[in-house]
């Protein structure tokens, strides 16, 4: 595969007449320059200016003709499939949604919106849990769903090129026949897409070992808010350039939308197993974490569930695949070469007996794994079956907090009135607590809000994070100012706005605004500092 250029490069000679400048440079002259990075009185963090009405329909006529047939979606009952994601808390009906198939209709699209002055939002599958994918104000929703094509196999270096559009399932299963996979695999990753996993820097069960999307993305072709294409990375895995790829992982959308994404792939290891180890209580399953941990034992994952989980996905199998009366179950899987996981195996086992392990299974063979793994990877769905109303928050603790943190989101649970189903990465402390309500209970939404909330609190308060791989979108945009300091969060707004200056790309996500979070300012003077909290 040849190695892409780290410049931008427009695809057409349309883009490049249309976008002569266009580009991630600064401008040739920055000390005459009145962007807001060089203006002294600019606010990083100010609303953008208000924009005349657009006219939808004239806009929806201009995107027919640059997209094939059905490429738009404009009625109205076709649109409501496009008004939430998988937070479905919130709804917002988008005006318009459209459908390009390559690089040069996704350019064509941000061209038109950058024209016309017409925000727009990047969509993968919309299995997202933050509301990112959504048009909370009037914006295109560009969705990607039908760029689904594997651009080029490179085995000799170990990667793969696909659009964003493909399911991340579907990368293995095109090499694994080679004996390669790729590592991230969010639970979702039947149904969720690569250019969302990127957005997200989603992680998934063995990011543990094998870290997240950001650790598996060696290059992206990138459409730029202006329509310029562009490339970041180059190809290789390690480079001496201004990360600019690492930029964009993880900036929910808000920087562009990527067109080609170049993965690293994995050979399969010679040996796998996996442990499933049922305990009395949440707290010792989260202190054999801990123990594995300090064995010196690097799991390819180390997942918990609790009993709401173990009930909700017994049933949602039809069969008794973890024990039914175990307060909380932890599946450690563990590969490598054959000697390292069996040495791996004993310590395991042994760290999970000293921490109350009553049983400790053992999965050598592929179907016995992937049974135990089904359970897991269909918690959410399982639960989702038993309580149609849930809410799944995302926040990250230090590995040794998890048993304090586990006993503290109970007790908040009982508090709130609310039960929370736990199921997490426990090998990174990426907890996914579920609140489970029903949606007919007047006033139940601001509760649930408000025990997310606290859960997040708690999660900040052990030294943690509000995010670990769902994202902040616009759920937990007004709870950034509780990690980010001011000076922080206008630096972040620089960055953003050196890519999309005109704020077109995603608005309103992420970063707190007046608009959005009004009591914002409130809240952070009447509340103690969260370093005075006491949680534990």
């Known amino acids: ?14 883009s490049i007449e249309t976008d002569p400048a266009a580009s991630l440079a600064p401008s040739p002259s920055p000390a005459t320059a009145t962007s807001p990075i060089n203006s002294p009185s600019a606010s990083p963090t100010s609303a953008p200016a208000p924009r005349s009405p657009i006219d939808w329909a004239a806009i929806e006529c201009r995107c027919r003709a640059i997209l094939p047939a059905r490429g738009v979606v404009a009625a109205r009952q076709e649109l409501l499939a496009y008004d939430c994601d998988g937070l479905t808390l919130h709804r917002w009906e988008p005006p318009l949604v459209v459908l390009p198939e390559t690089t040069d209709q996704v350019a064509a699209l941000l061209r038109l919106c950058h024209h016309e002055g017409v925000p727009f939002v990047a ?17 295109m929703v560009i969705a990607t769903t039908r760029m689904r094509q594997v651009l080029e196999i490179d085995l000799p270096n170990r990667r793969i090129t696909v659009q964003p559009g493909v399911i991340n399932s579907w990368v293995t299963r095109a090499v694994a026949g080679d004996g390669f996979y790729y590592a991230p695999d969010p639970s979702s990753q039947v149904v969720c897409s690569i ?44 480079t001496p350039e201004l990360d600019l790829r690492g930029v964009f992982i993880g900036s929910e959308g808000t920087l562009g939308i990527a067109t080609a994404i170049t993965l690293r792939l994995l050979r399969a290891p010679a040996s796998v197993a996996v442990l499933l180890a049922d305990f009395t209580s949440m707290e010792a399953a989260a202190e054999a974490v801990r123990g594995i941990t300090v064995a010196g034992i690097l799991p390819a994952g180390m997942e918990m569930m609790d009993r709401l989980c173990i009930e909700a996905v017994n049933d949602y199998l039809g069969a008794q695949e973890y024990p039914a009366d175990a307060a909380a179950v932890l599946l450690v899987e563990l590969d490598g070469q054959q000697e390292e ?50 809410y799944l928050q995302d926040g990250v603790v230090p590995r040794t907090a998890l048993p304090e943190v586990m006993r503290a989101i109970g007790e908040l649970s009982e508090r709130y009135g609310l039960p929370v189903a736990n199921v997490f990465h426990a090998g990174d402390g990426n907890l996914h607590p579920l609140i489970l309500y029903r949606s007919d209970e007047p006033g139940v939404g601001e509760r649930v809000q408000a025990l997310a909330a606290e859960i997040l609190r ?14 902040v979108g616009n759920d937990k945009r007004c709870y950034m100012d509780w990690m980010f300091a001011p000076d922080d969060l206008a630096t972040m707004q620089l ?6 200056p005109e704020g077109l790309a995603n608005p309103g996500k992420v970063f707190p605004t007046p608009k959005s979070c009004g009591e914002s300012a409130r809240r952070r003077s009447e509340e103690p500092a969260l370093a005075a909290v006491e949680v534990f």
């Open 123 to 139: 969509r993968g599958s919309g299995t997202g849990l933050s509301g990112g994918a959504v048009a909370e104000t009037p914006a």
């Open 458 to 471: 708690l999660c900040i308060a052990a030294g943690g994070s509000i995010s670990g791989e769902h994202g």
């Open 341 to 390: 996981v069996a040495v791996a195996l004993e310590l395991a086992t042994e760290r999970c007996r000293q921490a109350g392990a009553r049983t400790v299974r053992l999965a050598r063979e592929a179907d016995d794994r992937a049974r135990l793994w089904q359970g897991r990877k269909s918690a959410i769905s399982a639960l989702g079956r038993r309580f149609p109303s849930y």
């Open 195 to 238: 250019g969302g996993n990127v957005a997200e820097n989603s992680g998934g069960v063995h990011c543990l070992k094998y870290g997240v999307t950001s650790n598996h993305v060696l290059a992206m072709e990138v459409v730029l808010p202006d329509g310029t294409i562009t490339t970041l990375g180059s190809g290789l895995a390690e």
């Open 1 to 14: 595969m040849p190695v892409p250029a780290v410049t931008p490069a427009p695809s057409t000679q349309e």
């Open 495 to 500: 960055v953003r706005q050196a890519f999309d």
